[in-house]
């Protein structure tokens, strides 16, 4: 979860401080702010020096294909959304945001919309006021840029606080 919390921290001030017409004023290298941004320097095996990539160079290609990266940064908080279910899955537990997460952890599988198919819901699932039924079959589970969807980018994070919250007291 703390992954997913920094790629989107990361994502959203890397493009605060890309502008459309280049490097903002109040960020250029004489100012002492950029220094938190500065050249990501990684050793490669075999070359001497490292391999050098400027904030500036991330910001413009977050800002320049946002449009097939955020699918990208999606598709790793499905990851978390299955591995948090299986951890759940195994304490034996069940409320109706648990059984919510269970869906969620499938539409994960099925490329991101849920999957509701042979009397599926079985058990009540619901979270925050969404509750799943079967007319729910094939909608998006996460809603990006202008497309529908079920959760908005936060909503994982937000049902998995909740679920630790739930089972904080279970044996």
């Keep these: 979860m703390i992954s997913y919390l920094a790629k989107l921290h990361g994502l959203k001030a890397t493009l605060y401080f890309r502008s459309s017409t280049g490097i903002r004023a109040d960020i250029r290298p004489e100012n002492e702010r ?18 050098s990539i400027s904030a500036e160079h991330v910001a ?15 598709q790793s908080v499905q990851s978390i959304l299955a591995g948090a279910h299986e951890a759940i899955r195994q304490a034996g537990t069940s409320t109706g945001a648990i059984e919510f997460l269970r869906h969620a952890r499938n539409a994960a599988d099925h490329n991101g919309y849920w999957r509701l198919l042979n009397g599926e819901p079985r058990r009540p699932a ?9 007319s729910d079959h094939g909608t998006a589970l996460l809603r990006l840029f202008d497309q529908p969807g079920s959760l908005e980018l936060g909503d994982p994070i937000a049902l998995l606080w909740d679920i630790e919250q739930e089972c904080a007291g279970a044996p």
């Excluded at 220094?35 to 490292?50: A, I, M, N, T």
């Excluded at 619901?126 to 079967?134: F, H």
């Design 34 to 51: 950029l220094k938190l941004l500065g050249p990501l320097d990684l050793r490669v095996r075999g070359d001497h020096e490292p391999l």
């Design 60 to 74: 413009d290609e977050l800002a320049n294909n946002l449009s097939y990266l955020l699918p990208i940064y999606v």
């Design 126 to 134: 619901e979270w925050r006021g969404l509750v799943l039924s079967a």
